[in-house]
């Protein structure tokens, strides 16, 4: 399995700031993913970032948005930048494990734009 | 592409059994997963399907048909814990990789 830990774990910010979430990994992988889940929606992926290449964005996710930074096996960040309201939600950090066929999430940042 | 559709909210009394069905359609199959999450927490995984029928874990059984682009997650012998969303997801491939897509989950509402 992978023990993953996100920082901050909630944070209530204003509206035009910026946010940086970190996800860290206990062991090193190759595929991390961050994710968005709005209030009673399921998982939206918006990026995938892998270890010394750029991140990959889904459609609807931009890097001036949401900047990703993955400076080695265990580590990543992903910005939420310019924030409005509609940027609430919960955002979770997940990775595969070389090895075994599942997914493991971090325990998600809540995040409320005022 | 890929689409995945499971219902949005079932219900059942504890001790009963309930059956969640997924379909999907996706232009290259590498397995199927279930997670549960409960409000307010991050998904924790299930099971994975790769081949055809049903695996069983503990009280929980997942079940695919490839053919049919179909699995159900079986639950017996509810328990009022059991009360989470329970997501259906698929690798869909993409660039040579496969990334992780998740259905909008059922959310199952178990009850005395």
């Known amino acids: 399995s992978a023990v993953i830990s996100q920082k901050p774990s909630r944070d209530i910010c204003q509206r035009g700031t910026s946010l940086t979430i970190q996800c860290q990994v206990d062991?090193?992988?190759?595929?991390m993913f961050w994710y968005r889940q709005q209030p009673g929606q399921s998982l939206t992926l918006i990026a995938t970032?892998?270890?010394?290449?750029?991140?990959?964005?889904e459609s609807g996710f931009v890097i001036d948005k949401f900047p990703i930074s993955r400076p080695n096996l265990t580590f990543s960040t992903l910005t939420v930048s310019n924030m409005s309201p509609e940027d609430s939600s919960i955002y979770l950090c997940?990775?595969?494990?070389?090895?075994?066929?599942?997914?493991?999430f971090g325990p998600g940042t809540r995040l409320l734009v005022l | 592409g890929q689409n995945i559709d499971q219902p949005t909210e079932m219900t059942a009394t504890e001790g009963a059994i309930v059956q969640i069905n997924c379909t999907y359609q996706?232009?290259?199959?590498?397995?199927l997963f279930w997670y549960q999450q409960h409000a307010g927490e991050a998904p924790t995984f299930l099971s994975y399907?790769?081949?055809?029928g049903l695996e069983e874990k503990g009280r929980f059984s997942s079940f695919l048909s490839r053919s049919k682009g179909y699995s159900y997650l079986l639950l017996k012998e509810l328990q009022m814990k059991d009360s989470a969303s329970y997501l259906c997801?698929?690798?869909?491939?993409?660039?040579?990789?496969?990334?992780?897509?998740f259905g909008r989950g059922t959310s199952l509402i178990v009850h005395p």
């Open positions: 997940s990775v595969e494990v070389p090895g075994l066929e599942t997914q493991y």
């Open positions: 062991s090193q992988v190759t595929m």
């Open positions: 970032a892998n270890q010394g290449s750029e991140a990959t964005y």
């Open positions: 996706t232009s290259g199959f590498n397995g």
């Open positions: 399907n790769v081949l055809d």
């Open positions: 997801a698929v690798p869909v491939p993409s660039g040579g990789s496969y990334i992780p897509t």
